[in-house]
């Protein structure tokens, strides 16, 4: 149980280009999904926190014109890196919160490569 | 914000070895997990522990909450839990649902 899929696995743009991602919870509904982020080597980094149907919350030093999150139901949210350039190129990972504790469950990332 | 601290950040073994790692944290907490990522980005969740102590097989976890730490121990490591091991910890308060997450152990088990 608590399986969170992500799509694409990876994906290439060129700079200028937007790029949306998907987060799924497959077996459960999600009352808050989360969006991290990896650099190489490098811990995971809280982007964003959304609950469906409310405005996703940023934290601080994040853009929100730039990485536009909707949660439209219990078990999708989505992540759309607009006018995306070099330096956006990174793992994106989500996670989702729906037990009844707040335990969180991962979804496989995404590794988007911007050239 | 909460602090995390992992050590140690790196830890070579050999197959059929015992370790311990552990995870510092700077406030109380209502939530830590422990993750293992595996090569492809996979974090695996391995507990859900903000308190007390639990066992999976080989793996354990100890979290002592009023002195805010975490130990995770592998017994007769096998070159498959080679990765990172990630310490994430939630917050008292409003905060209590947003994770923070330490810098990882990276664990290397040769055979």
């Known amino acids: 149980g608590a399986v969170v899929s992500q799509h694409p696995s990876w994906v290439i743009c060129k700079s200028g280009t937007s790029v949306k991602i998907e987060c799924r919870s497959l077996?459960?509904?999600?009352?808050?999904m989360f969006w991290y982020r990896q650099f190489p080597k490098q811990s995971l980094m809280l982007m964003a926190t959304?609950?469906?149907?409310?405005?996703?919350?940023?934290e601080q030093g994040v853009e929100k014109d730039k990485f536009l999150i909707n949660h439209a139901s219990l078990t999708l949210s989505t992540l759309t890196v607009t006018s995306a350039h070099p330096e956006d190129s990174s793992f994106y990972i989500c996670s989702a919160d729906g037990t009844r504790t707040y335990e969180q469950y991962f979804g496989p990332g995404t590794r988007l490569t911007v050239t | 914000g909460i602090q995390v601290e992992q050590s140690p950040p790196d830890l070579i073994l050999q197959e059929g070895a015992n370790s311990t790692l552990r995870c510092n944290f700077s406030?109380?907490?209502?939530?830590l997990q422990w993750f293992h990522q595996n090569p492809w980005g996979q974090l695996i969740n391995l507990f859900y522990i903000p308190s007390g102590t639990k066992q999976n097989g080989r793996l354990s976890a100890t979290t002592v909450a009023t002195e805010r730490y975490s130990l995770l121990y592998i017994s007769s490591s096998q070159t498959t839990d080679s990765g990172v091991y990630f310490c994430a910890v939630g917050g008292s308060g409003g905060s209590n649902y947003k994770l923070t997450f330490g810098k990882g152990t990276l664990l290397t088990v040769n055979p």
């Open positions: 959304s609950n469906e149907g409310s405005k996703a919350t940023y």
């Open positions: 406030d109380s907490v209502n939530n």
């Open positions: 077996d459960f509904q999600a009352t808050t």
